[in-house]
């Protein structure tokens, strides 16, 4: 999974609990992605980082957020969780941006909200 | 909108049986597309980058072409372990990092 892992790989947790799911890069790349893949909408882009402290929001970012103090990590927030924030959450890194640098995929979290 | 459809939806083969999986896309000054595998419980797996119409790219029994409208991934001689969903993205319009997914294909080969 190119070094990177994802933690916890399974959650379940209660409506309006906060969450954080971390992403964890040994590769030293600077843009990094949390996407959500659902079934009948596939992989969707929630915020993704250029570099530390650097964020930007994707496709579902409502009620989402994210955090990188430091390069090989990313964490995701979910403030107070939903019932539709259940899902499959996958991290994904690359070294640059654009249609030259493809995106590598950790082995993704699990997380209901019960 | 920028937006990526794939066909079809599932896909079930018998081992030697070749075919192709559809990704079609409406975007604007198409920037490239990638295909990804992606095994049930894992994340999806780098396979091709293509960068413009008319290339090709192959690995093992897996060669995908690109069209200025589409994409097609042709799987000749399938074995089992090819069973696996087929995933293609397209970068959006304005942020080269950003990509659209297609909903993918689930490819089943049965021996």
């Known amino acids: 999974d190119a070094g990177i892992t994802q933690s916890p790989r399974h959650k379940v947790t209660e409506t309006g609990t906060p969450v954080t799911l971390r992403c964890h890069q040994t590769?030293?790349?600077?843009?990094m992605y949390w996407y959500r893949q659902d079934p009948g909408h596939g992989l969707r882009l929630i915020h993704y980082?250029?570099?530390?402290?650097?964020?930007d929001k994707g496709e579902v970012s409502d009620g989402y957020s994210v955090s990188r103090s430091k390069t090989e990590d990313f964490l995701l927030t979910l403030e107070s969780a939903t019932s539709s924030q259940t899902s499959v959450y996958f991290c994904?890194?690359?070294?640059?941006?654009?249609?030259?640098?493809?995106?590598?995929f950790g082995p993704g979290t699990r997380l209901t909200v019960t | 909108e920028d937006q990526v459809t794939q066909s079809p939806e599932a896909l079930r083969l018998q081992e030697g049986e070749s075919s192709s999986l559809n990704c079609s896309y409406t975007?604007?000054?198409?920037?490239?597309l990638f295909w990804y595998r992606q095994d049930p419980g894992k994340g999806p797996e780098f396979l091709f980058t293509?960068?413009?119409a008319g290339e090709e790219k192959e690995k093992e029994r897996l060669k995908a072409t690109l069209t200025k409208k589409e994409s097609f991934l042709h799987i000749t001689a399938p074995k089992p372990e090819d069973s696996a969903t087929y995933l293609c993205a397209v970068p959006f319009q304005a942020a080269g990092n950003k990509l659209t997914f297609g909903g993918g294909t689930r490819v089943l080969v049965k021996p």
């Open positions: 590769e030293n790349h600077r843009y």
């Open positions: 293509l960068y413009s």
């Open positions: 980082s250029y570099g530390v402290k650097d964020t």
């Open positions: 975007v604007s000054g198409l920037r490239g």
């Open positions: 994904a890194i690359s070294e640059g941006s654009g249609i030259g640098y493809e995106q590598y």
